[in-house]
């Protein structure tokens, strides 16, 4: 069992829907992220949480739109997305990186399908 | 560009023998590696890791070997099982102001013949 919980598993919307993925860890880590991961492909880096406040965005275009409510938490909101945006969403948690180096534990993904 | 590179798309052991998975990597300012495991409809799962300073850690059954001056590390699985069937992913971790980035190679499909 996964101890960073990702919903919905499947999400399939329109390109003008507005959705949003969820993303919840209660192992008390204070970096949540978000990677996408299309077919065949590794998981690329889209943002990074540090304390609930956004540290790291891979140019990400701003149809993704990601926020972090509590240390817990982490939402992706989607809007106008397009066709190659379909792909496996996953998001991972780490540990206060003071307490030296931690691995990120990862969620199951959402896997998300644009029309 | 790539900077983690795993050259086999895939790797066919016997059950009871050693899984030697590899990966190299361009960028020498990586502080720490890691291999992830990932089965079908879940997330990548953490195995093991090594920091840049070390050149062996072992744990159970899986040893994780890196070659600095050669940019290369390893993943050895021995004795091999059929639950290791599955993609191993290696990962190179950056730290920035304190956040850290992972990148990950395009992995390695592992099938364990019983």
């Known amino acids: 069992d996964t101890e960073v919980t990702q919903t919905p598993k499947h999400l399939v919307m329109g390109m003008t829907n507005k959705k949003s993925l969820k993303c919840e860890q209660h192992?008390?880590?204070?970096?949540m992220y978000w990677y996408k991961q299309k077919a065949k492909k590794p998981p690329e880096l889209m943002f990074v949480y540090s304390y609930e406040k956004l540290s790291i965005n891979e140019s990400v275009p701003s149809r993704f739109s990601p926020e972090c409510p509590n240390s817990s938490l982490l939402n992706l909101h989607l809007h106008a997305l397009q066709p190659e945006d379909s792909a496996l969403y996953l998001c991972?948690?780490?540990?206060?990186?003071?307490?030296?180096?931690?691995?990120?534990?990862f969620g199951d993904g959402t896997r998300l399908s644009i029309l | 560009d790539q900077q983690v590179k795993q050259n086999s798309p895939s790797l066919s052991v016997q059950e009871g023998r050693i899984s030697i998975l590899n990966c190299d990597y361009t960028n020498s300012m990586f502080d720490y590696f890691l291999w992830y495991k990932k089965y079908p409809a879940e997330g990548p799962t953490f195995l093991i890791s090594?920091?840049?300073?070390?050149d062996k850690n072992e744990d159970g059954r899986f040893t994780v070997f890196l070659n600095k001056s050669a940019k290369h590390l390893s993943l050895h699985i021995v004795p091999s099982q059929p639950g290791d069937s599955a993609v191993y992913f290696c990962a190179a971790s950056s730290f920035n102001f304190g956040n850290e980035k992972l990148t990950f190679g395009t992995g390695t499909r592992l099938t364990i013949i019983p």
């Open positions: 192992m008390g880590h204070r970096a």
């Open positions: 991972a948690s780490s540990q206060d990186m003071g307490q030296g180096f931690q691995p990120q534990h």
């Open positions: 090594i920091s840049s300073i070390k």
